[in-house]
């Protein structure tokens, strides 16, 4: 399996200026590029591969309308695209009013072709190994946060820490796993 090719941040900008512009390809090459992780984690969150497909189209949708939005001095493209994910799954979460699938359970897999599968299942399981190496406190706020939907103010309530306490250790939980899987060639 090769690894997702990494981009400097000038052609990340770039490419989302072209996105902007209307360029097809430039929107093709950011699907391919953060696909399987977005997916990934939507159906981690919504526990379906339609919905999950259904939030992943959402994103990329939610991309091309509003590209030019994106501040690279703000966030990374990848938070950017890891945060507009996770808000669309939990609009799907809520429009079904269903609960959140908990961060162990095995996920079903979506109508995708074999190289999609093997990449979604060893981005899953690097995700799941990084996962486990964090601290249990950390753990536990990605866990409320991203996977069962919550603000910030609930997992603050639910938890019995402050919301700046939820904050830190979301920011640090991220940035453990991002550096994780960025030496393991998955992210840039």
């Not at 696909?35 to 591969?49: C, D, N, Q, T």
């Amino acid at each position: 399996m090769s690894s997702i090719p990494s981009r400097s941040p000038q052609e990340e900008e770039e490419l989302v200026r072209r996105i902007a512009l209307r360029d097809e390809r430039a929107l093709a090459e950011l699907y391919d590029r953060y696909a399987p992780l977005l997916y990934s984690l939507a159906a981690r969150m919504v526990g379906e591969g339609e919905t999950a497909e259904e939030v992943l189209q959402d994103v990329f949708l939610s991309v091309w309308r509003s590209a030019g939005s994106w501040d690279a001095s703000r966030s990374s493209l990848r938070a950017w695209l890891v945060a507009i994910t996770r808000h669309r799954a939990i609009d799907a979460l809520r429009r079904r009013e269903r609960p959140a699938v908990p961060l162990a359970a095995d996920l079903p897999s979506g109508a995708v072709g074999p190289d999609e599968a093997a990449l979604s299942a060893v981005l899953s399981q690097e995700v799941r190994a990084a996962l486990a190496e964090l601290p249990p406190e950390f753990r536990q706020v990605l866990d409320t946060v991203y996977f069962a939907g919550l603000t910030h103010r609930e997992a603050a309530e639910r938890l019995g820490i402050s919301q700046g306490t939820v904050k830190s250790r979301l920011r640090l939980a991220l940035e453990r796993l991002g550096r994780r899987l960025s030496a393991r060639g998955y992210l840039r």
